[in-house]
T-cell receptor, first 111, second 111 residues
């Protein structure tokens, strides 16, 4: 049972480039989220989805897009990367009793 | 707006020296308060859920307690392998159940 899988693990971008962070879960969870974590800080919610075809904004959505075409996948797109988006990104799915299961993270640097 | 404040930011203990981590919160109707453990370079892992004031949960050397305004994570006779960052999060009854995380307490246990 793989749980939540994120790819890539590391990425370096130049300012203005775009990219997609991938997230897949095999637990058949409806609720999925994207967070960013900056040094010494907790997790801040970027976007979330309560099921296929349904997404909504979290606390810090600017500069990011999401879509949810299947239950399993929830990609996060950076439209035009900025140095302020340098961070560690975590995807999570939420199961029984509202427990969140996190991926290993994607470490992104924007130069 | 839901808020979570964790203290201290960092805690250094000798092996066997018991202590407590604090999580103060304000939330518009609490569905659950969650404790997660995060090891360096990894995603958070679930520890406990508390639902109502007076509730306690235990797991090995950890015990989590909850009041109407705060939660404590008590660590009894810690070992070096307990070194990690401990994150607290609240989930409200409303607002699509979006969780708010604290900034975490980084615990270091010296042998």
């Amino acid at each position: 049972n793989a749980g939540v899988t994120q790819t890539p693990k590391f990425q370096v971008l130049k300012t203005g480039q775009s990219m997609t962070l991938q997230c897949a879960q095999d637990m058949n969870h409806e609720y999925m989220s994207w967070y960013r974590q900056d040094p010494g800080m907790g997790l801040r919610l970027i976007h979330y989805s309560v099921g296929a075809g349904i997404t909504d904004q979290g606390e810090v959505p600017n500069g990011y897009n999401v879509s949810r075409s299947t239950t399993e996948d929830f990609p996060l797109r950076l439209l035009s990367a900025a140095p302020s988006q340098t961070s560690v990104y975590f995807c999570a799915s939420r199961g029984d009793k509202n427990i969140q299961y996190f991926g290993a993270g994607t470490r992104l640097s924007v130069l | 707006e839901d808020q979570v404040t964790q203290s201290p930011e960092a805690l250094r203990l000798q092996e066997g020296e018991s202590s407590s981590l604090n999580c103060s919160y304000t939330v518009s109707g609490l569905r659950g308060l969650f404790w997660y453990r995060q090891d360096p370079g990894k995603g958070p892992e679930f520890l406990f859920t508390l639902y109502s004031a007076g509730e306690e949960k235990e797991k090995e050397r950890l015990k989590a307690t909850l009041t109407k305004k705060e939660s404590f994570l008590h660590i009894t006779a810690p070992k070096p392998e307990d070194s990690a960052t401990y994150l607290c999060a609240v989930q409200p009854n409303t607002n699509a159940g979006k969780s708010t995380f604290g900034d975490g307490t980084t615990l270091t246990v010296k042998p």
